[in-house]
């Protein structure tokens, strides 16, 4: 295959994912873009949806299916010239610290906000491990045919909450009962909007000019249009100018609004996010930075789903492809172990479907049976490659719990299963600072983990386990150099812990204690995540 087509391909590809609360209408918006892509042909169809709303645990689901949850999935589709890979960020109970690792894999972000609420908790902490890779951030304001929030207020809410300057690339005019559309700044055109199609749940849009008065008297009205004339003044003078290169750095988001459920501004939203998101960029291992495009085949694995099925413990290990082409006649190293062989039965998973790739392209993501070899962030190059990407970070888990046998005489194989769940990257482990593995709490980002602890090791390891919740909500790594825990002063409801690394950490219980105690203890470094 000559260079020139790989080259194409990959920068055809643009791989995202899309971050928000639940509910704001991430599975609707992703819905509009597949009929988009002509990925799938009626609205309704992106599988998953019930079940990880509804079920008690998507999760355990997947024994039944003895498949991979949706919530594993990568979406690809073609629309215009693009290749587009959607990762799923699965949100709701299924909330994971998956959710913060496929943000890894990603190139940019969508941010789905709903525009009655403004940035919620969820969007927030997902916006953080965005903003720590620098990655492209396009925002698009769902629900306008809903009653929202004041524009501009919407607009200081993102700067506020987020820290990131915000480009209104359209402007809504009115919302709820009163949505008219959206003012296309770039165009310089008017987008109506009318909820008429009752039956297909469908918007119609109409393109005006600013000049055209008798079609703006028509569909806007004089008092809409007034109002969105003095609106763009305002916003003409006051607002950020237009950056891509502050766009692609991260620093400033580009705003569009409509109606995913409506389908109203999606496919202007995605045809503006499709020209100034970018291709793959390159990634650091070590010093140097891999050129997706000019150097081989690199990936790096981002997640690992154990499969669960008793008869056939399987793990699937996802990577993300970093540079070049992947061939399944392809022999490739495996960096940590330094181990050539053939990735089995490379996969590319599609809602429920499997497709077992021939090839793929830096920006897309497989899913490859993994015999228990992979861990979380390891690199995978071709034989004679010496890669090795920079490993994925621990993020802070938010629910706790002191773990306890029932049947004290199986230690040995609640030691073994805990620490094995724990390396496949679905909790982490923590021990009182002065003990041993005699008291082990547990740190979980989603509390479902906390009941997928207690099932595999009931039914892979044949243990059973209580769990004693604790108050703690906030986790600290201390970064100190050569700290002296034993001296560091705290609030009376912080609790000095360590790893299985024999790391330090703090717990807290509110966000006030950490303040306090960083301020009690001069010099005394923080931090939220830690790099590995
Ligand atoms: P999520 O994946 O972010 O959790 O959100 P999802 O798309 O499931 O949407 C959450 C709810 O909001 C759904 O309603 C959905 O129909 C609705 N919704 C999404 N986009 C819009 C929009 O632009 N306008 C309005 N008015 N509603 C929107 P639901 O009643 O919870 O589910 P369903 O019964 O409609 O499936």
Same mark, same amino acid.
């Given at each position: 295959?000559?260079?020139?087509?790989?080259?194409?391909?990959?920068?055809?590809?643009?791989?995202?994912?899309?971050?928000?609360?639940?509910?704001?209408?991430?599975?609707?918006?992703?819905?509009?873009?597949?009929?988009?892509?002509?990925?799938?042909?009626?609205?309704?169809?992106?599988?998953?949806?019930?079940?990880?709303?509804?079920?008690?645990?998507?999760?355990?689901?997947?024994?039944?299916?003895?498949?991979?949850?949706?919530?594993?999935?990568?979406?690809?589709?073609?629309?215009?010239?693009?290749?587009?890979?959607?990762?799923?960020?699965?949100?709701?109970?299924?909330?994971?610290?998956?959710?913060?690792?496929?943000?890894?894999?990603?190139?940019?972000?969508?941010?789905?906000?709903?525009?009655?609420?403004?940035?919620?908790?969820?969007?927030?902490?997902?916006?953080?491990?965005?903003?720590?890779?620098?990655?492209?951030?396009?925002?698009?304001?769902?629900?306008?045919?809903?009653?929202?929030?004041?524009?501009?207020?919407?607009?200081?809410?993102?700067?506020?909450?987020?820290?990131?300057?915000?480009?209104?690339?359209?402007?809504?005019?009115?919302?709820?009962?009163?949505?008219?559309?959206?003012?296309?700044?770039?165009?310089?055109?008017?987008?109506?909007?009318?909820?008429?199609?009752?039956?297909?749940?469908?918007?119609?849009?109409?393109?005006?000019?600013?000049?055209?008065?008798?079609?703006?008297?028509?569909?806007?009205?004089?008092?809409?249009?007034?109002?969105?004339?003095?609106?763009?003044?305002?916003?003409?003078?006051?607002?950020?100018?237009?950056?891509?290169?502050?766009?692609?750095?991260?620093?400033?988001?580009?705003?569009?609004?409509?109606?995913?459920?409506?389908?109203?501004?999606?496919?202007?939203?995605?045809?503006?996010?499709?020209?100034?998101?970018?291709?793959?960029?390159?990634?650091?291992?070590?010093?140097?930075?891999?050129?997706?495009?000019?150097?081989?085949?690199?990936?790096?694995?981002?997640?690992?789903?154990?499969?669960?099925?008793?008869?056939?413990?399987?793990?699937?290990?996802?990577?993300?492809?970093?540079?070049?082409?992947?061939?399944?006649?392809?022999?490739?190293?495996?960096?940590?172990?330094?181990?050539?062989?053939?990735?089995?039965?490379?996969?590319?998973?599609?809602?429920?479907?499997?497709?077992?790739?021939?090839?793929?392209?830096?920006? *897309?993501?497989?899913?490859?049976?993994?015999?228990?070899?992979? =861990?979380? +962030?390891? @690199? $995978?190059?071709?034989? !004679?490659?010496? /890669?090795?990407?920079?490993?994925?970070?621990?993020?802070?888990?938010?629910?706790?719990?002191?773990?306890?046998?029932?049947?004290?005489?199986?230690?040995?194989?609640?030691?073994?299963?805990?620490?094995?769940?724990?390396?496949?990257?679905?909790?982490?482990?923590?021990?009182?600072?002065?003990?041993?593995?005699?008291?082990?709490?547990?740190?979980?980002?989603?509390?479902?983990?906390?009941?997928?602890?207690?099932?595999?090791?009931?039914?892979?390891?044949?243990?059973?386990?209580?769990?004693?919740?604790?108050?703690?909500?906030?986790?600290?790594?201390?970064?100190?150099?050569?700290?002296?825990?034993?001296?560091?002063?705290?609030?009376?409801?912080?609790?000095?812990?360590?790893?299985?690394? *024999?790391?330090?950490?703090?717990?807290?219980?509110?966000?006030? =204690?950490? +303040?306090? @105690? $960083?301020?009690?203890? !001069?010099?005394? /470094?923080?931090?939220?995540?830690?790099?590995?």
């Amino acid at each position: 295959m000559s260079n020139n087509k790989v080259a194409d391909e990959i920068n055809r590809r643009r791989t995202f994912a899309i971050i928000s609360h639940p509910d704001a209408g991430k599975t609707t918006l992703t819905e509009k873009f597949l009929l988009y892509g002509g990925a799938i042909n009626q609205a309704g169809s992106v599988k998953g949806k019930a079940t990880s709303k509804h079920a008690v645990s998507d999760w355990m689901e997947i024994e039944k299916q003895r498949g991979i949850s949706v919530t594993s999935s990568v979406l690809q589709f073609n629309y215009e010239d693009c290749c587009i890979n959607i990762l799923d960020t699965p949100g709701h109970q299924d909330f994971s610290e998956d959710t913060y690792r496929t943000l890894m894999a990603a190139d940019s972000a969508v941010m789905v906000i709903d525009a009655s609420k403004g940035v919620e908790a969820q969007t927030k902490k997902l916006f953080k491990v965005c903003t720590m890779r620098h990655i492209p951030i396009f925002t698009f304001i769902n629900k306008m045919d809903r009653d929202a929030m004041d524009t501009f207020d919407l607009l200081s809410d993102i700067e506020g909450n987020l820290g990131i300057e915000t480009c209104p690339m359209n402007w809504p005019l009115g919302s709820g009962k009163n949505f008219k559309g959206i003012y296309d700044r770039q165009e310089d055109r008017i987008v109506t909007f009318a909820d008429t199609m009752k039956g297909t749940k469908e918007g119609t849009e109409t393109f005006i000019s600013l000049d055209d008065q008798k079609m703006i008297d028509q569909y806007v009205g004089t008092e809409a249009f007034e109002t969105l004339k003095s609106e763009i003044e305002l916003l003409d003078g006051a607002g950020a100018q237009f950056d891509i290169d502050a766009v692609r750095a991260g620093k400033l988001t580009p705003v569009f609004f409509g109606s995913a459920l409506q389908n109203f501004g999606v496919e202007i939203f995605l045809h503006h996010f499709l020209q100034m998101a970018t291709p793959p960029v390159g990634r650091m291992s070590g010093e140097d930075i891999i050129d997706p495009v000019d150097h081989n085949f690199t990936a790096f694995v981002f997640k690992i789903q154990a499969n669960m099925n008793k008869a056939h413990r399987d793990r699937v290990a996802f990577m993300r492809i970093c540079s070049g082409r992947y061939d399944a006649n392809m022999e490739v190293k495996h960096v940590q172990s330094g181990r050539v062989m053939r990735l089995s039965q490379p996969q590319q998973l599609m809602a429920d479907e499997r497709k077992i790739l021939s090839e793929a392209y830096a920006g *897309d993501i497989m899913g490859v049976f993994d015999p228990g070899m992979f =861990s979380i +962030g390891d @690199t $995978v190059c071709m034989p !004679k490659d010496d /890669v090795k990407y920079e490993g994925i970070p621990t993020f802070a888990p938010e629910h706790f719990a002191r773990v306890r046998q029932v049947d004290t005489m199986k230690r040995k194989q609640f030691v073994k299963g805990i620490t094995q769940i724990a390396q496949e990257g679905a909790i982490q482990i923590f021990q009182e600072y002065n003990m041993g593995l005699e008291e082990i709490i547990v740190g979980v980002v989603g509390v479902l983990q906390f009941d997928v602890l207690k099932f595999r090791l009931d039914t892979e390891y044949n243990v059973e386990i209580y769990l004693d919740m604790l108050p703690y909500e906030y986790i600290r790594w201390v970064d100190t150099p050569d700290v002296d825990m034993a001296k560091l002063v705290g609030t009376s409801d912080m609790k000095k812990i360590k790893d299985m690394n *024999d790391r330090p950490l703090l717990l807290f219980v509110n966000e006030w =204690s950490v +303040g306090m @105690t $960083v301020e009690r203890n !001069k010099g005394l /470094v923080l931090s939220e995540f830690r790099k590995n």
